[in-house]
Structure formats: C-alpha cells, structure tokens
C-alpha cells in the first residue's frame, strides 16, 4: 500500500513497516506480541492493509483489528473479533466502516461472519452470518436440516470489495 510517497508493507507473522517509497529507508516498524502458536498460524494469515484518514488498518493473526497511526506506527485502537473463527482476509474500509471477514470454528454457524466496525473508534456497527439462520430471508435455500445451526460457510481468504456507485460490499463465501 503506497500514500504521500510512504509504503506500508504487511509481512510474515503480522508485522508492518512503514518505507520510504522511494528509498526504501525504514521510517517505522509494528510488531505485536503474540504467542508461539498464534505467531506459525500467522504465517500464513497475512493479507493486505487499509487505509483511512491517518490510519493503517490490519487484520492481525490474533484476531484482533488494528489501527496505526499512518506517521509514528503507534497503535490508536485495537478491537478484539474472536467471537468465531479466524480472520481470513485483511480489512477493507467504506464510508468510515472497516469490513473484515471470518473463517468458521468448528460446526458453529454464528462463527461465521463479515463484520463492519467504526474506522475511528474499533468498535463493532453490525454482523452479516454467511448462512442465515432458519427463518432468515435466504435460509431456505440451505434446505430443512435439524441441524442447520451447524451449517456452515466461510469467507474466502480474499477481501471483498466495494461498489460507491451501489454503496455495495461484495465478499465471496
């Protein structure tokens, strides 16, 4: 992610560095402290970044989102999001909103989700399941299993996208 001639590099285990775009000087680097197991899981989680006013804004390994200030690297908020599964795609921002999808734990369909939370404050503003709960406008199309609070449908390990003419999210599931 290159802005105002800085670039915001997300590598292996959730770290972060902030590059002089053109010499590739080191203007400041982000690493969270993590357990071992939660650090080789991250290996493979990492994604992409967002940006929104003068944040950098991460998905990190340990379920949690993340804001950085775009100029010192210090972290503004952190929002943990481990109701479920693990984040599978890094974040995208709309009007404000920072939308990040879930992969599913287990057989619990209410852990599998997109979620948008407040840009400037972490805070969570809504929570669309991937499979709707029976009664829930689509729910039919799952059929009649007794067991469809076990159904599940994760997001895939891409980050959606965004439509300003439709203001529409698009996210594969």
Not at 19 to 47: F, H, P, Q
Request: glycine share 10%; hydrophobic share 40%; net charge positive.
């Amino acid at each position: 992610l290159v802005y105002n001639g800085v670039m915001y590099v997300l590598g292996p285990e959730g770290v972060i560095l902030a590059l002089n775009a053109t010499s590739g000087k080191l203007i400041w680097k982000y690493a969270r402290e993590m357990d071992e197991a939660t650090r080789r899981r991250a290996r493979a989680r990492s994604k992409n970044l967002a940006i929104y006013e003068n944040m950098i804004i991460s998905t990190a390994p340990d379920n949690f989102i993340i804001a950085l200030d775009a100029q010192t690297g210090k972290l503004i908020w952190e929002t943990n999001v481990d109701q479920g599964g693990q984040q599978t795609a890094g974040p995208i921002v709309m009007n404000g909103i920072v939308v990040s999808g879930r992969a599913c734990q287990g057989r619990k369909r209410d852990s599998c989700f997109i979620a948008g939370h407040d840009a400037k404050t972490g805070k969570e503003l809504w929570k669309f399941y991937t499979v709707p709960a029976m009664g829930e406008p689509g729910s039919e199309t799952w059929g009649k299993s007794p067991n469809h609070d076990m159904m599940t449908a994760s997001t895939w390990g891409l980050s959606g996208s965004y439509d300003p003419k439709r203001n529409l999210v698009l996210w594969g599931i």
